[in-house]
């Protein structure tokens, strides 16, 4: 099977050279690029892969997560195998991690940052952001409704143990949340999934659950696993939390 690639050289050269760090034989190459492409060759990813998003430190946000799905893509096969788990879905773990940090804007010295509520902070809310755009981007997988309740649940809670800001009432415009004008765009069941995942184990304004599902929770630990690289500075990691991070280059937000 060939894919073709259609984005700029640059960009094609980063995933391939994430493939070819992780050791991916070429059967492997074929089935992940199969599951990813739809996402990575689409304008909002390619966006997402320049310096304007940039995510954990100077790293983009769209080879952060495109590493974060080829980790899934191996703990989940990892995970198959071992268990025999047949209900296991290894596909649908890859499309979580290809959705869920899909935010809607650049994030770090943005300045807005110092005056957000606390419990409404980038590493608080990003997730909602990320649901709330893949719904709107890419509507077809969600037409099944058990796939969208595990995407979005799994999208939701990837930051576990950090929680995510917990919200009941989606008729409120919260300003906080950069796309809310697109919260239209999804569908009443939509909505009431992603409610009932966002007050799960809720404690004041802050949803403290990890996913219902074992594809969300491999999601989950892959983002650690590649977060944990590229975090350079103490400060790269308190930018979660504070939205400002004096470390990072070509940043001009």
């Known amino acids: 099977m060939v894919i073709q690639l259609s984005y700029k050289n640059k960009n094609k050269e980063i995933l391939y050279s994430l493939l070819d760090k992780y050791n991916l034989n070429k059967e492997e190459k074929e089935e992940i690029l199969h599951i990813i492409i739809p996402f990575f060759d689409s304008e909002k990813f390619q966006i997402r892969m320049s310096n304007e998003f940039s995510h954990h430190g100077n790293v983009s946000l769209g080879e952060h997560i495109t590493e974060v799905a080829i980790v899934t893509y191996l703990l989940s096969k990892k ?14 773990a890859v499309k979580i991690a290809m959705l869920h940090d899909l935010y809607e804007l650049p994030w770090q010295n943005n300045s807005l940052a110092g005056v957000i509520k ?3 902070k980038h590493g608080f809310r ?38 995510v800001t917990s919200v009941n009432d989606f008729s409120k415009n919260l300003a906080e949340l950069k796309n809310y004008i697109n919260i239209k765009n999804m569908s009443l069941e939509k909505r009431k999934i992603l409610i009932n995942s966002l007050n799960r184990l809720r404690f004041g304004n802050l949803s403290f659950s990890k996913s219902k599902f074992k ?17 350079n500075r103490l400060t790269d990691f308190l930018a979660l939390l504070t939205g400002k991070n004096k470390h990072l280059k070509n940043n001009k937000k």
Request: hydrophobic residues 40%; proline residues 6%; aromatic residues 12%.
């Open 79 to 92: 995970y198959k195998e071992k268990h025999k788990n047949t209900n296991f879905n290894v596909e649908l």
């Open 118 to 120: 606390f419990y409404n």
């Open 126 to 163: 990003h997730p909602i952001e990320a649901v709330i755009n893949a719904n709107l981007w890419y509507p077809k997988i969600f037409s099944n409704r058990k796939d969208a309740e595990i995407i979005i649940d799994g999208i939701i809670h990837h930051m576990y143990p950090l929680p």
């Open 215 to 231: 594809e969300g929770r491999i999601v989950s630990k892959a983002d650690k696993i590649v977060s944990l690289k590229n975090f």
